[in-house]
């Protein structure tokens, strides 16, 4: 059955996503996942379950509505945002809550352009399922106005937040580069993972976000599509 989509001159299909069920790790102060079943083979002749889930569950989408209450909501925003050549900047080998400035970007200057989707690469999905999970690096406000300012409106991290998450005491409750991604009408793909693999020539991002009419945020199926996606 099993066949091979690039072989057959598509794109390699590469999944940029954590599972969602009851080990999803949430925001501090989040409730988990809780999934039960509807309706069964045996009983009802079908499978299909309940689903209890936050709107920024595991990997997912966040709109300006989000912080700003005048901000648009996923559904205003145009599905353009969601899609993308991916940027993926290398900020692997920081310590834990290390703030990532705007001078991490400098290799990458020629590429931050209006439609390019960043993607932060920290390496902290390694950390997924832990504490320390908790205490990623985090984009500066400075790092992420500078993305603003040169077009960027699509921003994705390997971690729970773009700003430092507040956690057992440590960080605090700034929400610096939230606000200003999200205050440009943009959008934040948080808890992304396996990065590396989307950092390849022509490589295209992703992540479209449930059409929830609550529209603050929802959860992605992200990827990266390597080779022709023409
Ligand atoms: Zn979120």
């Given at each position: 059955?099993?066949?091979?989509?690039?072989a057959?001159?598509?794109?390699?299909?590469i999944?940029l996503?954590?599972?969602?069920?009851?080990?999803?790790?949430?925001?501090?102060?989040?409730?988990?996942?809780?999934?039960?079943?509807?309706?069964?083979?045996?009983?009802d002749?079908?499978?299909?379950?309940?689903?209890?889930?936050?709107?920024?569950?595991?990997?997912h989408a966040?709109?300006p509505?989000?912080?700003l209450?005048?901000?648009p909501?996923?559904g205003?925003?145009?599905?353009?945002?969601?899609t993308?050549?991916?940027?993926?900047v290398?900020?692997?080998?920081l310590?834990?809550?290390?703030?990532?400035g705007?001078?991490?970007?400098?290799?990458?200057?020629d590429?931050?352009e209006?439609?390019a989707?960043?993607?932060?690469?920290?390496?902290?999905d390694?950390?997924y399922?832990?504490?320390?999970?908790?205490?990623h690096?985090?984009?500066?406000?400075?790092a992420?106005?500078l993305?603003?300012a040169?077009?960027?409106?699509?921003?994705?991290l390997d971690?729970?937040?773009?700003?430092?998450t507040?956690?057992?005491?440590?960080?605090g409750?700034?929400?610096?580069?939230h606000?200003?991604v999200?205050?440009?009408g943009?959008?934040?793909?948080?808890?992304?993972?396996g990065?590396?693999?989307?950092?390849?020539?022509?490589?295209?991002?992703?992540?479209?976000p449930?059409?929830?009419?609550s529209?603050?945020?929802?959860p992605?199926?992200?990827?990266?599509?390597?080779?022709?996606?023409?």
């Amino acid at each position: 059955m099993a066949t091979d989509p690039a072989a057959a001159g598509g794109a390699r299909v590469i999944d940029l996503s954590h599972p969602v069920g009851p080990g999803t790790q949430v925001f501090p102060g989040d409730t988990p996942p809780v999934v039960s079943p509807a309706c069964t083979l045996a009983a009802d002749g079908y499978n299909s379950v309940r689903l209890d889930l936050g709107s920024h569950t595991g990997t997912h989408a966040d709109a300006p509505y989000h912080f700003l209450s005048d901000g648009p909501r996923l559904g205003d925003l145009p599905l353009e945002l969601f899609t993308g050549p991916a940027v993926v900047v290398d900020a692997t080998g920081l310590a834990p809550r290390t703030p990532i400035g705007p001078e991490a970007f400098g290799p990458w200057e020629d590429r931050l352009e209006p439609g390019a989707v960043v993607l932060v690469r920290t390496g902290w999905d390694r950390h997924y399922g832990t504490e320390a999970y908790y205490d990623h690096p985090y984009l500066s406000g400075a790092a992420a106005r500078l993305l603003v300012a040169r077009g960027v409106r699509t921003v994705g991290l390997d971690t729970l937040s773009p700003d430092e998450t507040p956690y057992a005491g440590r960080g605090g409750e700034d929400w610096s580069a939230h606000l200003a991604v999200l205050g440009a009408g943009g959008t934040v793909v948080e808890n992304l993972r396996g990065l590396a693999a989307a950092d390849a020539p022509g490589a295209r991002f992703c992540a479209f976000p449930l059409r929830l009419e609550s529209g603050d945020g929802a959860p992605v199926r992200a990827v990266a599509l390597l080779g022709d996606a023409s």
